[in-house]
């Protein structure tokens, strides 16, 4: 604890330092944050970076570079420098944007003031603006220097909390002239990034004051209610809590990514390899230099057999396609899906585990106070009328009415009841404020604004609270207690308790807690104790949240001792919380336990459906809930996350951390199985046949230049014209499969979600490893020996009328065998067919017409011959139609490999999958009465009545922006792909009837 900050001090705080080697600097920062990821100066070295950390642009890179020697270049200069740079510019576009949009996002929290170091005096304005630094709340103009907070920027919750002052500060700062002339001096913990710790001491006139996380006004909440407060810099700049949060963000990289990575350098080792033995035929140089100099020219030429990075297209076109689809907006809430994450999408669709949260998750979050046991004696609801209409502070949204328990709490002689809701009228953390002339309660969770709300209605209001007082009307008697300690709600702890004074004098414990925490800590265990627990069990088989309540009476000397321990404890800035832990266990012992509570949270609507449809994906689902193990049991159940052959694990302690930076949100569970099993299957569909797709391009048209070198006696030479390489990976062959990567569709949705058994490919990584890696290298070597001596043995028939021999003929009849060959293939793996794939068809064969016109014509060649060394000029034996038939020949001669390979093997849903998918829905949708099976005995005993944690906190819903959808434009008949086999693995014949049912769409 060697921060130190004294008020109105600047020379006192700017004298600590830092030292590095012979540099110094200040320990403290200053207000100044820059939340921007890039400035000015820095945007083009730091996106450049962070671009070439892809090792197929720094390959790229590499061959630019050789290309700037005239010794090695054989190509232009521009065949790889244009793509590149048009790569690289529509990235560092997409980047800046995305980070303009961030900073703009956060511009509340980002701003500063220059002047508020540490030390300085400030007060949040009202309107309310988010504080500017993390301060030590001093004082403010609400009763007992309160201060209402909202963190929805820090943790989502947007419920009030409430901040104090320390009682020293708030009896003696009572103006501006105090506030000046004050002189104390904070002793605490160094910055961290703990946003809900804080441990520290105020020394002042010769004195110390305890400081905790109730006494902060953190960098990023929003004072509400609260007209001026006054604060002093604790934490400032870099140094606030929440800007410690901020962590340096490391970039995700999908299966596919880091497997590109490695396929990339294998392409690269084989182009080395292939090349390893060429020897120079020309002596301008040593035989050596000459080899050197001929192995990295050809090199360059066949450098763009390495795929350039077209995915980020793809992924953030289906990004797009999740932010648009309407059937994952929930308009109660008006929450769509929101992919967060542009980089992750095939990703979705290889997920084998999902671990999730039950309260808010799987739950709809909304707490209902459903029944309750006090004194042993279970009350439920009943469908009685109204009966609070003699209770003006009644809530009437509260459904829940027992007229037997209200009489017994309207006569007010058992004291059992009687202390059972004062209890839940004085136990809490609630902020009330008044509105409309009604009481409106605000809540850290759900829990506590069900339970006192319940309270309310049956008499027992909580109007208001001070720093050390809470004021309730008891059936309509006000009665202001004295708080005299708070031992407030922890996972550890499991409980929470309030000791206070009454206005008789006497002192009481009141405490709420789990089960388990609350029995161990009972006086005696009797008949009701046993009810109670009988209680418990019976609640948490109907799927109810349940709470134990306790109290007991303090004697004064006891609690004189207990003060002076706990005042001690307070002030420590070592080990301060297992003192205070230690403390409030000695006063928690000895309690007489009054009943407890039950309060029920809805599963969402779809939540059942869901989970069965992942399970028959082969998705694992894993929930973690604080609940008693009947209550996870009987609602795992149902929802047929648990059965009778699964064993439940329990785990002691347990942390959830809520995580704020989400890749992909949305409101409702059920929309989890249309993200995953539809966008998340279709994504890794598109990217595993984008990539083999441009693979087998790529080698098709350029494994023709190693062909051509055994011609031209290994001397570099291309055999493609300069433009014609430039253009193939941009214009000519890029539409096609970047349709493929965008738009195309195996099955229907629909048809995704009725066969979740087609999920599996990409959990088995079927679709794109090395194996498919290496038959799309084969396959697309093939196509480009067809085409070049297919090409080459027709230019030799000199007395043929299709005879040609010069060398711009050949290399331009050869390219465009290659690109009709590309286009057939893409043509056949193409399998939702719309206006866009033909658009993209005809559009590539266009460009590659006018391209060739315009790079060819001969003013173009006078202006430039070096530039432009192609003539569009008919070679002998054009004009009667030789190229024309010779390309015509060509595809025959290839047509016979592609028949015979079959476009299945290009089908991302095998024959096999979907018949086995349908087969094993047949076995499913079986007559259960046929089927004799031997039930196994259950590890899950429903009658279990060990006692379990039950308590704990609700989480908001995440958030998500508006979606829309596309349909499927063309469907097999019955929805069935064309190359689909029935359960058998046989061929599905037209005009058949299978057995097809869909009882679990």
């Given at each position: 604890?060697?921060?130190?900050?004294k008020?109105?001090?600047?020379a006192?705080?700017?004298?600590?330092k830092?030292s590095f080697?012979?540099w110094?600097r200040?320990?403290y920062?200053?207000?100044?944050?820059?939340?921007?990821k890039?400035?000015?100066?820095s945007?083009?070295?730091l996106?450049l970076?962070?671009?070439?950390?892809r090792?197929?642009?720094l390959?790229?890179?590499?061959?630019i570079?050789?290309?700037?020697?005239?010794?090695?270049?054989?190509?232009?200069?521009?065949?790889?420098?244009?793509?590149?740079v048009?790569?690289?510019?529509?990235?560092?576009?997409?980047?800046l944007?995305?980070?303009?949009v961030?900073?703009a996002?956060?511009?509340?929290?980002?701003?500063?003031?220059?002047?508020?170091?540490?030390g300085?005096?400030?007060?949040?304005?009202?309107?309310?603006a988010?504080?500017?630094?993390?301060?030590?709340?001093?004082?403010s103009t609400?009763p007992s220097?309160?201060?209402?907070?909202?963190?929805a920027?820090?943790d989502?919750?947007?419920?009030?909390?409430?901040?104090q002052a320390?009682?020293?500060?708030?009896?003696?700062?009572?103006?501006?002239?105090?506030m000046?002339?004050?002189?104390?001096?904070?002793?605490?913990?160094e910055?961290?990034?703990?946003?809900?710790?804080f441990?520290g001491?105020?020394e002042?006139?010769?004195?110390?004051h305890?400081?905790?996380?109730g006494n902060?006004?953190?960098?990023?909440c929003?004072?509400?209610?609260?007209?001026?407060?006054?604060?002093?810099?604790?934490?400032?700049g870099?140094d606030t809590?929440?800007?410690?949060n901020?962590?340096?963000?490391?970039?995700?990289?999908t299966k596919i990514?880091?497997?590109?990575n490695?396929?990339?350098?294998?392409?690269?080792?084989?182009?080395?390899?292939?090349?390893?033995?060429?020897?120079?035929?020309?002596?301008l140089?040593?035989?050596?230099?000459e080899t050197?100099?001929?192995f990295?020219g050809?090199?360059?030429?066949?450098s763009?057999?390495?795929p350039?990075?077209?995915?980020e297209?793809i992924?953030?076109g289906?990004?797009?396609?999740i932010n648009?689809?309407v059937?994952?907006?929930?308009?109660?809430?008006?929450?769509?899906a929101?992919?967060r994450?542009?980089?992750?999408?095939?990703?979705?669709?290889?997920?084998?585990?999902?671990f999730?949260?039950?309260?808010?998750?799987l739950?709809?979050n909304?707490?209902?106070?459903?029944k309750?046991?006090?004194?042993g004696?279970?009350?439920?609801g009943s469908?009685?009328?109204?009966?609070?209409?003699?209770?003006?502070?009644?809530?009437?949204?509260?459904?829940?009415?027992?007229?037997?328990?209200?009489?017994?709490?309207?006569?007010?002689?058992?004291?059992?009841?009687?202390?059972?809701?004062r209890?839940?009228?004085i136990?809490?953390t609630?902020?009330?404020?008044?509105?409309d002339?009604?009481?409106?309660?605000?809540a850290?969770?759900?829990?506590?604004e069900?339970?006192?709300?319940?309270?309310?209605?049956?008499?027992?209001v909580?109007?208001?609270?001070?720093?050390?007082?809470?004021?309730?009307m008891?059936?309509g008697?006000?009665?202001?207690?004295?708080v005299?300690?708070?031992?407030?709600f922890?996972?550890?702890?499991?409980?929470?308790?309030?000791?206070v004074?009454?206005?008789?004098?006497?002192?009481?414990?009141?405490t709420?807690?789990?089960d388990?925490?609350?029995?161990?800590?009972?006086?005696?265990?009797?008949m009701?104790?046993w009810?109670?627990?009988?209680?418990?069990?019976?609640f948490a088989?109907?799927?109810?949240?349940t709470?134990?309540?306790?109290?007991?009476?303090?004697?004064?000397?006891m609690?004189?001792?207990w003060?002076?321990?706990h005042q001690e404890?307070?002030?420590?800035?070592?080990?301060?919380?297992?003192a205070?832990?230690?403390?409030?266990?000695e006063?928690?012992?000895?309690?007489q336990?009054?009943?407890a509570t039950?309060?029920e949270?809805r599963?969402?609507?779809?939540?059942c459906d869901?989970?069965?449809?992942?399970?028959q994906?082969?998705?694992?689902?894993?929930?973690?809930?604080?609940?008693?193990?009947?209550?996870?049991?009987?609602?795992g159940?149902?929802?047929?996350l648990?059965?009778?052959?699964?064993?439940?694990?329990?785990e002691?302690?347990?942390?959830i951390?809520?995580?704020l930076?989400?890749?992909y949100?949305?409101?409702?569970?059920?929309?989890?199985?249309r993200?995953?099993?539809?966008?998340?299957r279709?994504?890794?569909?598109?990217v595993?046949?984008?990539?083999?797709?441009?693979i087998?391009?790529?080698?098709?048209?350029?494994?023709?230049?190693?062909?051509?070198?055994?011609?031209?006696?290994?001397?570099?030479?291309?055999?493609?014209?300069?433009?014609?390489?430039?253009?193939?990976?941009l214009l000519?062959s890029?539409?096609?499969?970047?349709?493929i990567?965008?738009?195309e569709?195996?099955?229907?949705?629909?048809?995704?979600?009725?066969?979740?058994?087609?999920y599996?490919?990409?959990?088995?990584?079927?679709l794109?490893?090395?194996?498919?890696?290496?038959?799309?290298?084969?396959?697309?070597t093939?196509?480009?020996?067809v085409?070049?001596?297919?090409t080459?043995w027709?230019s030799?028939?000199?007395a043929?009328?299709?005879?040609?021999?010069d060398?711009?003929?050949?290399?331009v009849?050869?390219?465009?065998?290659?690109?009709?060959?590309?286009?057939?293939?893409?043509?056949?793996?193409?399998?939702?067919?719309?206006v866009?794939?033909?658009l993209?068809?005809?559009?590539s064969?266009?460009?590659?017409?006018?391209a060739?016109?315009?790079?060819?014509?001969?003013?173009l060649?006078?202006?430039?011959?070096?530039t432009?060394p192609f003539?569009?000029?008919?070679p002998?034996?054009?004009?009667?139609g030789?190229p024309?038939?010779?390309?015509g020949?060509?595809?025959?001669?290839r047509?016979?490999?592609v028949?015979?390979?079959?476009?299945?093997e290009?089908?991302?849903?095998?024959?096999?999958?979907l018949?086995?998918?349908l087969?094993?829905?047949?076995?499913?949708?079986?007559?259960?009465?046929?089927?004799?099976?031997?039930?196994?005995?259950?590890?899950?005993?429903?009658?279990?009545?060990?006692?379990?944690?039950?308590?704990?906190?609700?989480?908001?819903?995440?958030?998500a922006?508006?979606?829309?959808?596309?349909?499927?434009?063309r469907?097999?008949p019955?929805?069935i792909?064309?190359?689909?086999?029935?359960?058998w693995?046989?061929?599905?014949?037209?005009g058949v009837?299978?057995?097809?049912?869909d009882?679990?769409?």
């Open positions: 604890f060697t921060w130190e900050v008020a109105n001090s600047r006192f705080n700017s004298q600590f830092t080697l012979c110094q200040q320990k920062k200053s207000n100044v944050i820059h939340t921007a890039y400035n000015v100066f945007f083009l070295p996106s970076y962070e671009q070439f950390h090792v197929s642009n390959y790229f890179l590499f061959i570079i050789l290309q700037g020697f005239p010794e090695i270049s054989t190509l232009p200069w521009f065949t790889l420098f244009a793509p590149l048009c790569l690289l510019t529509i990235r560092a576009t997409r980047d944007v995305d980070d303009i961030s900073v996002g956060g511009r509340g929290l980002g701003r500063a003031g220059v002047g508020e170091g540490q300085a005096m400030l007060f949040p304005p009202n309107p309310p988010p504080p500017q630094a993390d301060l030590l709340l001093l004082a609400e220097s309160l201060c209402y907070v909202e963190t920027d820090i989502g919750e947007t419920n009030l909390k409430f901040r320390p009682p020293v500060t708030h009896l003696e700062l009572t103006s501006i002239r105090n000046a002339s004050f002189q104390g001096k904070v002793v605490c913990e910055p961290n990034s703990r946003m809900h710790h441990v001491c105020l002042w006139n010769g004195r110390k305890p400081l905790d996380s902060m006004l953190l960098r990023g929003r004072v509400r209610n609260t007209d001026t407060c006054y604060g002093m810099v604790i934490y400032a870099f809590k929440i800007m410690k901020c962590g340096r963000i490391h970039q995700k990289r990514d880091r497997l590109m490695k396929l990339v350098m294998l392409v690269r080792g084989l182009e080395f390899k292939a090349k390893h033995h060429y020897v120079s035929s020309k002596h140089y040593s035989v050596a230099a050197f100099l001929i990295w050809f090199l360059t030429q066949l763009v057999m390495v350039m990075a077209m995915v297209f992924y953030l289906n990004s797009i396609f648009w689809d059937q994952m907006y929930h308009a109660p809430q008006d929450e769509p929101k992919a994450s542009t980089s992750l999408n095939d990703q979705l669709g290889q997920v084998e585990y999902i999730s949260d039950k309260t808010g998750t739950t709809q909304v707490m209902t106070f459903k309750c046991c006090i004194g004696v279970i009350y439920g469908q009685a009328s109204n009966p609070y209409l003699w209770n003006k502070f009644a809530d009437g949204k509260l459904l829940y009415r027992n007229e037997r328990l209200l009489c017994a709490v309207r006569h007010n002689e058992d004291k059992v009841v009687r202390e059972f809701w209890l839940l009228a136990c809490h609630v902020m009330v404020q008044e509105k002339n009604q009481l409106v309660y605000q850290a969770s759900p829990d506590e069900a339970l006192v709300t319940a309270a309310r209605n049956f008499g027992y909580f109007l208001a609270r001070t720093q050390d007082s809470i004021t309730v008891e059936l008697e006000k009665r202001v207690y004295q005299l300690a708070m031992m407030d922890n996972s550890i702890r499991k409980r929470m308790s309030v000791l004074r009454n206005p008789e004098g006497s002192i009481y414990l009141y709420k807690g789990a388990v925490v609350i029995f161990e800590r009972l006086h005696k265990k009797g009701k104790e009810a109670t627990e009988e209680a418990l069990a019976s088989e109907e799927t109810l949240r709470l134990c309540l306790a109290y007991k009476e303090v004697d004064e000397d609690y004189e001792e003060r002076q321990r404890a307070s002030i420590l800035l070592q080990n301060r919380a297992h205070l832990h230690q403390v409030y266990e006063m928690e012992q000895g309690l336990l009054l009943g039950a309060i949270d599963l969402q609507d779809g939540v869901t989970i069965k449809c992942l399970k994906g082969n998705i694992k689902v894993w929930v973690l809930t604080g609940d008693k193990q009947e209550t996870a049991v009987n609602i159940c149902p929802c047929q648990l059965s009778e052959s699964m064993l439940i694990l329990e002691k302690e347990a942390a951390q809520a995580v930076a989400s890749d949100s949305f409101s409702q569970f059920k929309f989890l199985q993200l995953l099993l539809v966008h998340g279709w994504s890794y569909v598109r595993c046949k984008f990539l083999r797709c441009f087998y391009k790529t080698v098709a048209s350029m494994m023709v230049q190693v062909w051509f070198a055994f011609y031209s006696g290994f001397t570099a030479q291309p055999l493609y014209e300069g433009w014609f390489l430039a253009l193939f990976n000519y890029t539409l096609p499969v970047l349709y990567g965008l738009f569709q195996d099955v229907s949705a629909q048809r995704s979600l009725e066969l979740p058994q087609l599996t490919a990409g959990q088995k990584d079927e794109f490893n090395y194996w498919v890696f290496l038959q799309a290298l084969a396959h697309g093939v196509t480009s020996l085409n070049f001596f297919v080459l027709v030799h028939d000199s043929g009328p299709v005879s040609f021999s060398y711009q003929s050949f290399a009849v050869v390219a465009m065998s290659g690109l009709l060959s590309i286009t057939m293939e893409v043509t056949l793996v193409i399998r939702y067919w719309t866009l794939s033909v993209a068809i005809v559009l064969l266009c460009f590659y017409v006018l060739t016109w315009a790079t060819q014509s001969f003013w060649f006078q202006i430039s011959p070096s432009f003539l569009c000029e008919p002998s034996g054009e004009r009667g030789g024309w038939t010779q390309t020949s060509t595809q025959a001669g047509g016979r490999s028949v015979a390979k079959g476009s299945s290009w089908c991302p849903l095998g024959a096999g999958d018949g086995a998918a087969a094993l829905q047949e076995v499913e949708e079986a007559p259960s009465e046929e089927i004799i099976t031997v039930e196994p005995g259950p590890y899950l005993h429903r009658g279990s009545r060990g006692r379990r944690s039950s308590y704990a906190f609700s989480h908001r819903e995440g958030y922006d508006l979606i829309t959808q596309g349909t499927s434009l469907k097999a019955g929805g792909p064309a190359s689909s086999t029935g359960p693995g046989k061929s599905l014949v037209s009837i299978y057995p097809i049912t009882k679990n769409v």
